[in-house]
């Protein structure tokens, strides 16, 4: 069984009365093991968040939503996002607003499916825009890390869902984690280019006022609002020339098939 110390900031994990492992926040539960914890760059970034008693709140919650349901992605992967993408290596921002609830879909990037998962639709929209956009082909898999270990950032406001429940978890502190990762992409002097779809995220354009990035917006590639204004919008291309007029270069954003 799992025991923490009444702070977020120490969480050991005892079986047969000896101790596994130790760690520090941010660390989340699953029914069988400790989340790694962050460590890279966003490590010391985040440290801010963990003391705080939203953070508390949320970290109590999650275990015992972990202990009790159950939840996706599986807790290895509910900081993924932030492993594969350092904050140093950032370029691009697309913001997503809680992980998928159906099984085996989720691994902690917004959009994104394990291969072998069936793409959802609004991907498959994305991917008609790509192929519009610049001429990628359409492939058979909806695995996205390529495009986060190229410095593209696919965060889920919300990075965790009890399956089949959409939105179990909103309202419950991880919108506050992740708004603090966003205002800490916005104070980077790098350029970066903000993806904003849908409502919900072009409201995180209110924390964006670097002047060093670019901020682009279009309706949510779902199903119900891709033909409104996201086919069309060719943010890929925008991304790129943006990226490569401040000399960074560029982003590949061909998914290959598997």
Not at 158 to 186: C, M, Y
Not at 221 to 235: E, I, L
Request: hydrophobic share 40%; net charge neutral; with cysteine.
């Amino acid at each position: 069984m799992w025991y923490s110390s009444g702070s977020c900031d120490n969480l050991v994990l005892i079986e047969n009365n000896e101790l596994i492992s130790a760690s520090f926040a941010p660390a989340a539960l699953t029914k069988e093991s400790i989340m790694p914890p962050i460590r890279n760059d966003w490590a010391k970034v985040l440290a801010p968040e963990y003391n705080k008693p939203y953070y508390r709140k949320l970290f109590d919650f999650v275990g015992k939503e972990y202990s009790t349901h159950t939840i996706y992605p599986p807790g290895d992967d509910i900081f993924n996002a932030f492993h594969l993408t350092p904050l140093k290596n950032i370029k691009c921002v697309i913001i997503g607003q809680d992980p998928y609830h159906g099984d085996g879909q989720a691994h902690g990037l917004s959009f994104s499916v394990k291969p072998g998962v069936t793409i959802p639709p609004s991907l498959k929209n994305i991917y008609k825009e790509l192929h519009d956009d610049l001429g990628c082909y359409i492939p058979n898999n909806g695995y996205l890390v390529k495009w986060a270990e190229q410095g593209v950032l696919m965060l889920n406001a919300v990075l965790t869902v009890r399956a089949h429940k959409p939105a179990s978890h909103q309202g419950k502190g991880w919108e506050e984690f992740t708004d603090a990762a966003i205002r800490a992409v916005n104070n980077l002097n790098q350029p970066v280019v903000f993806l904003l779809w849908g409502n919900f995220a072009k409201k995180k354009a209110e924390m964006l006022d670097n002047p060093n990035h670019l901020i682009l917006t279009a309706p949510h590639p779902s199903p119900y609002s891709a033909s409104s204004g996201f086919f069309g919008c060719k943010h890929f291309s925008q991304a790129n020339e943006f990226l490569q007029r401040h000399g960074v270069a560029p982003i590949d954003w061909q998914i290959e098939n598997i």
